[in-house]
């Protein structure tokens, strides 16, 4: 056995140890100012006398089921504590139930793998938020209260697939049925999860708590994965659903089909950081939304995510501090910062009306206020970035900011601190007031048909929009064809050249012909400073020419290689954006390269020579992150040069 645990820990890195150790959680913890620190586990070393292998019981990687061998491992246990050690190996197994002061250890090599459907046990014992039965988790507590937990294993390698894809396609075949998680613990506290891979899991991946009966829960360094949702792929697969208070998520990866990390009913003093998002529906709050406060979302990176921050309830699941009403309380105090996001369909989403919102605000009644009504207020979103929205014909979908109240009860005092999101449509603001802009926000509509899809009953202060768009193309000039440089543009735009070209459109509207070779100037109106520029169009080569890529070879100074900002030689349209350092300022030059290139070029412009501040850095969870947006007394509080502020601006004593 020491031999065992010696090749164990020799393995392993820093952070993944065969043990109780959890010095390194006490050293991340990143506890926010004013909050509890979470609890961790408390367990004695583990020695060879506590530590428990499953072969030892009987368990065989040529057996269709091992459940029986690794409870009877589990139950060895004693009551002061131990570990139990799943080799490397691939192990079939029913559903397993742990116990308080364990370690749970997957080695290296080592996958858990559920039962195939059809053959996995069903259970009367577990009953739902809903008051259904459903097959029983994988692994979980049963009915008992269990405290000091550790699941852990060795990295990407040691994994617990739970074979979901019959699952899946039972839903798709219209079989409505609940299945079971792959990890839940429902009552107890002080329980940490680390360095493993969920695969596949039939139903949600990771959930901790349950009705608020359990807390005290750390997780990190652990992947999740299955396919996104939709015909084929997944459903209800949420990566960490949270049903109880006071949680630290960090440096994990969740590319799932449900949201990817989701706090629920119960959750409170919920800390997540350092979080990589791939498929699923966001970083999410509710539905369930009873007392449900003081959560901070930050340093996360959205790689296609349908949603990025997603907060939504309806009329029968949250609260609010409305007078005579019960003590569910509002939806309050939460925190959204230092995050970014790539191709995102809906940035950034706040709803009361959660899968009722009706397409014309006017078409929702009022409603009486009731003990579950919800309330949201007091939300701070601050500096975000979000590009590549997709275009989305539905109301609900592609909104840089969605927001949706109740006529009854609007969502008030939620501020946009240097948010910057690019979409293909405007805001959606409806049952909403106080919401401000601070900070130098840009939400900007590429489209151009306006900033806003809708507004309706809603109030905003402070200035959304800091950059505004200037195309130059065959519409936005006077200039007629065959005339000498330097060619004008609306707004007091000049493009010149010292190379004698003249002014040509492109047969294909509304694009301008740029000689290749020929490096060109855009002299700036006074005050005016760009931040980036998208240059868009085509290789205008002719068709006798073999088809030879072109590119832009240089742009404000720097030179660009031949693989960088490409024009094909088929001579399809595409868009190139280039943002800039800094901001610049009188003039900007660029070089086309190889052909000639048919452009329409379009101008980030701003009215301030530093334009707007880049989203913070989340390179370590040891970062210590912009404290300038803390809690104190239980409200957020912005801190500036020694002075206090609410997150309207206004400063307090």
């Not at 368990?59 to 004693?78: L, R």
């Not at 832009?552 to 800039?580: C, L, Q, R, W």
């Amino acid at each position: 056995m020491k031999k065992l645990l010696f090749v164990l820990c020799t393995l392993m890195p820093a952070i993944a140890l065969a043990d109780s150790d959890v010095s390194a959680e006490k050293a991340s913890q990143n506890t926010p100012e004013g909050w509890t620190a979470v609890e961790l586990p408390s367990i004695p070393a583990i020695t060879d006398a506590n530590t428990y292998n499953i072969t030892a019981y009987g368990a065989s990687t040529s057996a269709e089921d091992n459940a029986s061998a690794i409870q009877a491992a589990i139950n060895a246990v004693p009551s002061t504590g131990g570990m139990v050690v799943i080799p490397a190996g691939t192990w079939m197994c029913g559903p397993i139930t742990v116990k308080s002061k364990l370690v749970l250890h997957l080695a290296a090599g080592a996958t858990l793998k559920l039962l195939p459907y059809g053959t996995y046990p069903s259970d009367n014992e577990y009953q739902d938020y809903r008051g259904s039965y459903k097959n029983k988790n994988f692994i979980s507590n049963g009915s008992n209260t269990i405290n000091d937990i550790i699941i852990e294993g060795e990295g990407e390698s040691s994994v617990i697939d739970g074979q979901g894809a019959p699952w899946w396609k039972e839903i798709d075949d219209g079989n409505k049925f609940d299945r079971p998680s792959l990890i839940r613990l429902t009552k107890g506290s002080r329980h940490l999860f680390r360095n493993f891979k969920l695969l596949n899991s039939p139903g949600t991946n990771l959930t901790l708590g349950q009705s608020g009966n359990a807390s005290h829960f750390t997780v990190h360094n652990v992947t999740i994965k299955a396919p996104k949702s939709g015909t084929g792929g997944s459903h209800n697969t949420d990566g960490i659903p949270i049903w109880g208070p006071y949680a630290n998520i960090y440096d994990c990866y969740i590319d799932t089909g449900d949201d990817n990390v989701v706090c629920d009913s119960n959750s409170r003093y919920i800390h997540a950081w350092d979080i990589t998002c791939g498929a699923g529906h966001g970083m999410s709050i509710g539905s369930y939304t009873e007392k449900t406060h003081h959560i901070i979302y930050e340093g996360i990176d959205f790689q296609g995510t349908e949603t990025g921050f997603r907060i939504k309830t309806s009329n029968d699941r949250s609260g609010n501090d409305y007078e005579g009403t019960s003590d569910n309380g509002s939806v309050h105090d939460l925190i959204f910062r230092n995050s970014k996001m790539d191709g995102v369909l809906s940035p950034i989403v706040l709803t009361c009306l959660y899968d009722s919102d009706p397409a014309n605000p006017a078409d929702q009644p009022s409603s009486d206020i009731t003990v579950k009504t919800p309330e949201f207020k007091n939300f701070l979103f601050q500096n975000i970035t979000s590009v590549n929205t997709p275009a989305y014909a539905h109301f609900k979908n592609g909104n840089p900011i969605y927001i949706y109240g109740r006529p009854e009860s609007y969502i008030h005092d939620i501020t946009f601190d240097n948010v910057q999101i690019e979409a293909q449509k405007g805001m959606w603001l409806a049952y909403c007031k106080d919401i401000n802009f601070i900070n130098g926000c840009d939400i900007l509509n590429l489209a151009g048909s306006g900033d806003f899809s809708k507004l309706y009953e809603a109030t905003y202060t402070g200035k959304y929009k800091t950059t505004e768009t200037v195309t130059l193309n065959v519409n936005s000039t006077s200039t007629t064809k065959g005339a000498d440089s330097p060619w004008t543009f609306d707004g007091g735009y000049v493009i010149s050249n010292e190379g004698g070209k003249t002014y040509d459109p492109s047969a294909s509207a509304p694009y301008v012909k740029f000689s290749a070779g020929v490096q060109y100037t855009i002299s700036l109106p006074k005050g005016v400073y760009v931040k980036a520029v998208t240059f868009d169009g085509f290789n205008n080569r002719k068709d006798t020419d073999p088809a030879v890529d072109a590119y832009m070879k240089e742009v404000n100074g720097t030179e660009y290689a031949a693989t960088d900002y490409v024009f094909p030689g088929d001579k399809s349209t595409v868009s190139h954006k280039i943002d800039f350092a800094t901001t610049v300022a009188d003039k900007l030059t660029f070089t086309p390269a190889v052909k000639q290139l048919c452009l329409s070029i379009t101008l980030y412009t701003t009215d301030t020579p530093t334009g707007i501040e880049a989203v913070q850095s989340t390179e370590s969870k040891a970062q210590n992150f912009d404290t300038k947006k803390v809690i104190l007394g239980g409200k957020l509080t912005i801190l500036k040069n020694n002075k206090k502020f609410n997150i309207a601006g206004q400063e307090q004593q």
